[in-house]
């Protein structure tokens, strides 16, 4: 571990380095959770916290000290510290998805993704704040408290992921957890100038992680580099008999190579929708960057992107609204004193008024309208075959390139309260959704700042070409590092 005078104090070494001094006994697993932990107090005021895992983290780096003292190799991640965005099922705090609903939840078990990082020899700290339930770009709808962005305590970090970029950027730890269902890694990444990776539909288990909307619900790694990210990702995905939509892996996603000359396209309608000019000023001079180093770039246009906002809107409230069908106070969520109650409708009432928060009720609602009766065929239904409409396209885009790349957002990071209006919020996510309903892989990689604030480049690939965009991704990120 180095130490800088840089404004986020702390550069990890990458996480395969720390491993290995962990399984050599050069450096202990409980310095590293120590000096997690330390860190995580010297910056709660950025609010990317919950809470922190400190007992049974320290029971972890011990155990795996002891291990490695007698002899034991314990693995690839041997005492490295990671962050969870706390609607991933952790033992050692709550898991509360930053709504009011769930607090004082403690999980029964932990989520898959959780136990194979574990299995590998990662120590959970901590758990990371978050718009309540994932709703949200901004982590201004947590329950709690809202996220501040590293880089100026008045500006948003992104979300709903924001506590976990944010965490990245301070160097809290060497990586988070985060989900992504329309853009919710890779926003907050570009915002806080780190990696967020979005891997392929399926390709990493749900299980075991609060559901926000089931058919776009992602899970991946926020890390410092394309190389960690790569790691962690190798080391979560693949298929598990606890969800049903997961996916094969391929032999690993840590074989990062060259790629020969890739076709990548800019997409036209993600350059023409707004974007602040000095954003698109870093993404010409990215593309320029890529075909200096072989790649061929062309502009390519997809004329129904502009309708993957309208579309996922329609469709993810819908899910959303079944989803959150569950938390009435009997099943799950809060419960009130019965005494306080005259029947059980009143129970549910009460449980959804004081447990959910304006945007929870928000997307619960919209989801209801648009699944009711006369409203199905004229929303839901429509928005399912523009759903298709765009998969359609992207794949025929995929056809003449290897790659699409723009920005991840059409402007950097906004100041706190600066956008009340829920519409206006929406509309952040315009250049994000299309791959999420589409299922594709997609990254945020930084490109530069405009205004000191990051700027991240998203570049998208085929379903299940994970291996060859993080390939790319990695081609760029050497380029750009100089």
């Known amino acids: 571990m180095q130490v800088s005078d840089s404004k986020m104090q702390v550069v990890w070494e990458p996480i395969a380095d720390l491993a290995k001094s962990v399984n050599s006994g050069s450096v202990s697993a409980l310095e590293l959770v120590e000096k997690s932990l330390g860190l995580i107090e010297k910056h709660k005021e950025f609010n990317s916290i919950i809470a922190t895992t400190e007992t049974r983290a320290k029971q972890r780096a ?49 989520s898959t993704a959780i136990e194979k990082l574990e299995a590998e020899g990662a120590i959970c700290v901590a758990k990371a704040n978050l718009d309540a339930f994932a709703h949200g770009a901004s982590t201004e709808n947590s329950d709690f408290f809202t996220t501040k962005n590293p880089h100026d305590m008045s500006k948003v970090p992104g979300g709903s992921s924001g506590g976990s970029t944010a965490s990245v950027a301070l160097k809290l730890a060497p990586f988070a957890l985060g989900t992504d269902t329309g853009g919710s890694i890779r926003l907050p990444a570009s915002f806080c100038g780190v990696v967020g990776y979005k891997p392929s539909y399926g390709l990493v288990s749900r299980s075991g992680v609060v559901a926000m909307a089931s058919s776009t619900d992602v899970i991946g790694p926020i890390a410092s580099s394309v190389e960690d990210a790569s790691l962690v990702l190798d080391v979560i995905a693949g298929q598990d008999p606890l969800d049903s939509t997961t996916i094969e892996r391929c032999n690993s996603y840590t074989k990062l190579s060259a790629v020969n000359k890739p076709k990548v396209g800019i997409v036209k309608e993600y350059m023409e929708q707004g974007v602040n000019p000095k954003v698109k000023e870093l993404i010409i001079k990215a593309a320029d960057d890529l075909k200096s180093d072989g790649a061929e770039i062309t502009e390519i246009s997809i004329p129904s992107l502009p309708l993957s906002l309208a579309a996922y809107y329609i469709i993810v409230p819908a899910e959303i609204s079944s989803n959150l069908g569950r938390y009435d106070g009997q099943r799950f969520g809060k419960s009130i004193n019965s005494g306080d109650v005259n029947d059980l409708e009143e129970n549910y009432s009460r449980v959804r008024q004081e447990g959910f928060g304006d945007e929870a009720k928000r997307r619960i609602m919209t989801g209801t309208y648009v699944l009711s009766s006369g409203y199905y065929d004229a929303y839901y239904k429509k928005a399912q075959l523009v759903r298709t409409k765009i998969i359609n396209d992207l794949n025929e885009a995929f056809n003449k390139v290897d790659f699409l790349m723009g920005p991840v957002s059409p402007q950097v990071a906004w100041n706190i309260g600066e956008i009340a209006d829920p519409l206006s919020m929406y509309l952040v996510d315009i250049m994000t959704v299309a791959a999420s309903i589409a299922g594709l892989p997609a990254i945020s990689i930084p490109c530069g700042t405009v205004s000191d604030m990051p700027v991240g480049l998203q570049l998208i690939a085929p379903y299940k070409q994970d291996l060859k965009l993080l390939s790319l991704a990695d081609l760029y990120e050497r380029r750009s590092n100089g």
Not at 65 to 70: E, G, T, Y
Request: net charge negative; charged share 20%; aromatic share 10%.
């Open 62 to 110: 011990m155990q795996i000290d002891s291990d490695i003292a007698d002899g034991k190799t314990v693995g690839r991640l041997a005492g490295v510290p990671f962050v969870a965005k706390d609607n991933f099922l952790t033992f050692g705090s709550e898991t509360t998805a930053a709504s009011n609903i769930l607090k004082g939840f403690e999980a029964p078990y932990q």
